[in-house]
């Protein structure tokens, strides 16, 4: 008798013993999500997206918490510490061009002349083995092509028609050496600055106009900022839902393929909504703003110099944009 309940007495202590442990393994995996777009931005709505699918298909696994308006700081900062787990996911774009030379090619004005366009080239092996493979080694990897989109000119000087009229402005651009170069080419003056400090720098005087996408421009509110909104489409910007590689290693396989489908199948659901946000917002930008169309043939020719110094500056560069202009 003595012995079974000296038995009993070691089982309840073990069980006692092992039930944190228990508790601990059946908590979810937790993966911070940053982005630096506002709420209502296209970033915002597909990041939201992506974090319901996933949270429902790894339910009790795996749990998406999203941080938008760039909560876990600017796109140069979550670049840097997502490569260490801090955060282990974040939405960037421009600023992938400074994590690998060859994302610049998509600052090359005028390159990507529509979502269909983008979709071929996003699904080209060729396009991803120069693009993706280089970053897994750079302490990344990219598991999704989303969209920020086409972007157009927003000042508070005058109608932006022709390059020559972008003289003396003083605008505001993403990180990340190209869009300086395109916009000093044009004749303007470039600073890049954090999304987050523009509003107040436009408001304040200290930079006279700035260059997004609608859904960025109206999330934002811009348009409560500036007179003139100019319909340049200059550069159409993709997003990328980048992982850590330290952070990815350390998942389990079904979650990583998990993660990695409903990535990629969002491209679709980005491109979708940033094609009805583009039609929907124009009417709540213009006004207040007083839009007007540009002299695209003027711009394009203007961005020869870009696609050179590209070409000359960056390895393998003058190939990757031929075959882009390949799958037009």
Same mark, same amino acid.
């Given at each position: 008798?003595? !012995? ?136 990344? !990897? ?29 605008? !505001? ?97 980005? !491109? ?57």
């Amino acid at each position: 008798m003595k !012995r079974e309940v000296g038995i009993i007495l070691g089982i309840a202590i073990l069980a006692l013993a092992l039930s944190p442990l228990v508790a601990q393994a059946q908590q979810p995996i937790s993966i911070r999500f940053g982005h630096v777009g506002f709420p209502g931005s296209l970033f915002a709505l597909t990041a939201d997206e992506y974090a319901k699918r996933v949270n429902s298909a790894l339910k009790g696994k795996v749990e998406v918490k999203v941080f938008h308006s760039s909560q876990l700081g600017s796109d140069e900062q979550m670049s840097r510490g997502v490569k260490v787990g801090a955060p282990e996911m974040f939405l960037p774009s421009t600023v992938m061009s400074t994590v690998e030379q060859k994302f610049g090619v998509f600052e090359m004005p005028y390159i990507i002349v529509s979502r269909a366009h983008i979709k071929k080239v996003a699904e080209n092996k060729q396009a991803q083995q120069n693009l993706f493979e280089p970053l897994p080694a750079k302490g990344m !990897r990219i598991l999704g092509v989303w969209e920020n989109g086409f972007r157009h000119i927003t000042n508070n000087v005058r109608p932006i028609a022709k390059p020559d009229d972008l003289k003396g402005i003083k605008l !505001r651009v993403p990180g990340g050496v190209w869009r300086v170069k395109m916009f000093k080419a044009y004749g303007a003056n470039p600073s890049p600055m954090p999304l987050a400090e523009v509003y107040s720098a436009l408001q304040s005087g200290v930079m006279d106009g700035q260059e997004n996408p609608f859904p960025q421009i109206a999330s934002a509110r811009f348009q409560e900022v500036q007179k003139f909104l100019s319909l340049s489409g200059h550069v159409y910007t993709p997003a990328y839902l980048v992982v850590g590689e330290d952070s990815w290693k350390k998942l389990p396989q079904d979650v990583q393929a998990t993660l990695s489908k409903i990535a990629w199948e969002m491209g679709d659901f980005a !491109r979708s909504e940033g094609a009805r946000l583009d039609k929907e917002l124009m009417g709540k930008l213009a006004p207040p703003m007083k839009a007007n169309e540009v002299d695209k043939d003027g711009f394009i020719k203007a961005s020869a110099s870009i696609y050179e110094d590209f070409g000359k500056e960056v390895a393998g560069a003058a190939e990757l944009v031929r075959l882009i202009q390949s799958l037009r």
